[in-house]
Structures are given as structure tokens and as C-alpha cells.
């Protein structure tokens, strides 16, 4: 196996998923949240999925719709017919759920908290385990953490404008994580003064 961790720009890509079940469901409002054009074929779909776009469509329509994706995701408990998917995909990405590994793309667990993507794939070892890890992560991240991050997004942006070298925007980006009237700020959930004190210590450069 030799998959790497990735991020897509999944804006209008068109995504085929053969099922409906609960694994079909789980990944089609996936992508849809993402702004994917999400097709599934099987039975029925959800009322809630149609209201978000997701379309269904019938069997007998397979061939054209893997044609007409950029991704197919196989999640039916039909192995015949998921293998003849399979074999008609050799030039797409390709997800399994009932055979990751012979796959070309994994769709790890992934989770948000506010702007930190968080995606964890356990080789498929140990689906469990992800979800436990999930939420050992949930509770080591922390809103000093998370305005942190709006912090030095802030910084990276006024350090642009000063330091065209990025090894000396990231010096005083070191700076600024290290800051202790900084941390002071953020720890009192006070992201405004510690902008302020930011733009000070820029504007001196």
C-alpha cells in the first residue's frame, strides 16, 4: 500500500456512488457539503439528501454515470455488480467500501473543529480506533489553539506586506507563538487586543 494523505477541491466535481445505504449516505453528504455533483444508484435516498442535491438514479444507467464522474465510490453490498464497477473504473478514482485496498482513494474519518480539518485513516486496521482517537484529539485542541491559528493567519497576512523573504515572516511568526502578553490575550479568549499588539509589533519592523 502506498496511499498518501491528500485534500481535493471538490467544487462541481462529479461524484457517482453505487448504493443507498448508510455508508452511500454518509459519503454522499460528504461531498455534497464539499460542492460536489453527487449521483447515487440503488433503491431510494433520503428526503433530506434530495433536498441537498443529491440525485438518484437507476441501475441500468451504471456505465454512463461511471463515463461521466471524476470519482466513483462503490458502497453496495452487491458484489457482482460492485466488482463489475470496479473493473469499468480503471481510469477514475476509485473508492471501496467493502475493499479499500483495491481502491486508488481512501476516505478517512474526518472531523472539524472550527478551522482544523482532521482526517484519520488507520490503514483499515481499526475503524473503532479512529473514532476513539477522534476523540481523544476533540479534547486536546482548545479555543486557545483554535485562535491561535486566526492569529497567525492574521500576522502571515501584515508579515506579506513587510518581508518578502518567508523565512523571515516565519522568524516573527515564532515570535508571536511565543508572545507571552499574546498568549495572555488568547487565553482570556481576546483575539481583538491580541491583533492589536500583532500589528504593533509588525508595524515596528
Known sequence: MSFTSLFLEMEDKNVFI???????????NRFIDKGANVILAGTRIEKE?????GILKPLENIDRLVEWSDIVIIA?????????VASISKDKLLNRADKPNEGNLIIPTSFLIDDIEISIYTKGKSPLMAKELRKKIQKTITNEDILEIKLQDYG???????LKEQKDRKEYLYKIL??????????????EEAKKL?????DEI
Open 76 to 84: 453496495s453490498g452487491d458484489k457482482e455488480l460492485s466488482d463489475y
Open 18 to 28: 453505487l448504493g443507498t445505504g448508510e455508508v452511500a449516505t454518509r459519503r454522499a
Open 49 to 53: 439528501l434530495v433536498e441537498k442535491g
Open 156 to 162: 502571515r497576512s501584515l508579515l506579506k506586506e513587510k
Open 178 to 191: 511565543h508572545d507571552k502578553k499574546i498568549k495572555e490575550y488568547l487565553k482570556n479568549d481576546n483575539l
Open 198 to 202: 500583532v500589528k504593533v509589533l509588525i
